[in-house]
C-alpha cells in the first residue's frame, strides 16, 4: 500500500477510524474489546464525542489538521463487523488507504503493537468479516497483540475474559501507544508509523 500524500491544507481528507469489539457492559473490559479500548483512548486524547448511531455503529468525529475524522465503534458483534465497517466506507466514500482497523491479536504477545498496510485476517473473526465486506485486504489494520491462552484454555474463552491484574497495569501504557500510533497514520502516513510504533511498548 502507497503513502498518500501529506497536503491537509490544500486537499483536506477524510479518514475512518475502526475499532473492533463486542456491545455490552459485559464485554466492555474484555480482550477481545482492545479495539474499542483503543478508539476511546484516541476519542479522550483528541476530544472527540462518540454519541451518534450511524451503520450500527457508534460513531463520532473531529478535525486532526484540517482533515475529518472519522470514529466508530460498530454495534453487530464482532463476527458481524464488517456489515457496518463496509456501510460506512460507502457512505462516506472513504478511500481504503484513509481507513484504519483496530483489533485484538492472539498471536501478537501482550505488549505488542503492529501496524500493517494489508494482509488476511489471521484467524480473526471481526477483521474476516471486515475483509469480505470490502472485498479486498488491501487496507491498514492496527494489531494489539493480546498474547496466547494458558495451557488448554479455548482461545474463544480466552478473548472474552478481561485482562488479567498484572496486564491490566500495562493497559493504560499500551492503549496511549496505541492512540499515538492512530494520530501518527493520520498526519504522517503508513509506513512512518509502522517504523516508529511496531513492536513491543514493555520493554520500552
Same mark, same amino acid.
Not at 472527540?48 to 465503534?73: C, F, H, N, P, T
Given at each position: ?13 477524510? !479518514? ?10 459485559? +464485554?466492555?473490559?474484555?480482550?477481545? *474489546? ?7 483512548? !484516541?476519542? *479522550? ?6 454519541? &451518534? $448511531?450511524?451503520?450500527?455503529? %457508534?460513531? /463520532?468525529?473531529?478535525?486532526?489538521? @484540517? ?14 463487523? /464488517?456489515?457496518?465497517?463496509?456501510? $460506512?466506507?460507502?457512505? +462516506? ?12 491479536? $492472539?498471536? $501478537?504477545?501482550?505488549?505488542?503493537? &503492529? ?7 489471521? #484467524?480473526?473473526? #471481526? ?17 494489539? #497483540? %493480546? ?24 493497559? +493504560? ?11 501518527? !497514520?493520520?498526519? +504522517?502516513?503508513?509506513?512512518?508509523? @509502522? *517504523?516508529?510504533?511496531? /513492536? ?5
Amino acid at each position: 500500500m502507497c503513502d498518500f500524500p501529506v497536503d491537509a491544507a490544500n486537499n483536506p481528507r477524510t !479518514f475512518l477510524i475502526v475499532g473492533l469489539g463486542n456491545p455490552g457492559r459485559q +464485554y466492555r473490559l474484555t480482550r477481545h *474489546n482492545v479495539g474499542f479500548m483503543v478508539v476511546d483512548r !484516541f476519542c *479522550n486524547e483528541t476530544n472527540i464525542s462518540m454519541q &451518534r $448511531l450511524q451503520s450500527e455503529a %457508534i460513531i /463520532g468525529s473531529g478535525v486532526i489538521d @484540517m482533515d475529518k475524522i472519522i470514529v466508530a465503534k460498530p454495534q453487530t458483534f464482532m463476527n458481524l463487523s /464488517g456489515k457496518s465497517v463496509g456501510a $460506512l466506507v460507502r457512505f +462516506y466514500k472513504i478511500p481504503l488507504e484513509q481507513l484504519l482497523v483496530i483489533h485484538d491479536d $492472539l498471536d $501478537l504477545p501482550f505488549g505488542t503493537i &503492529r501496524i500493517r498496510g494489508s494482509g488476511g485476517s489471521g #484467524g480473526q473473526k #471481526g477483521l474476516k468479516s471486515v475483509i469480505e465486506h470490502l472485498g479486498t485486504e488491501q487496507f491498514a489494520r492496527l494489531r494489539i #497483540g %493480546i498474547g496466547r491462552p494458558p495451557g488448554r484454555m479455548d482461545p474463544v474463552e480466552y478473548v472474552l475474559h478481561e485482562f488479567d491484574p498484572a496486564e491490566q497495569e500495562s493497559l +493504560y501504557q499500551i492503549l496511549s501507544r496505541a492512540s499515538q500510533a492512530v494520530e501518527s !497514520f493520520i498526519r +504522517y502516513g503508513l509506513t512512518k508509523t @509502522m *517504523n516508529q510504533y511496531n /513492536g513491543s511498548i514493555l520493554n520500552e
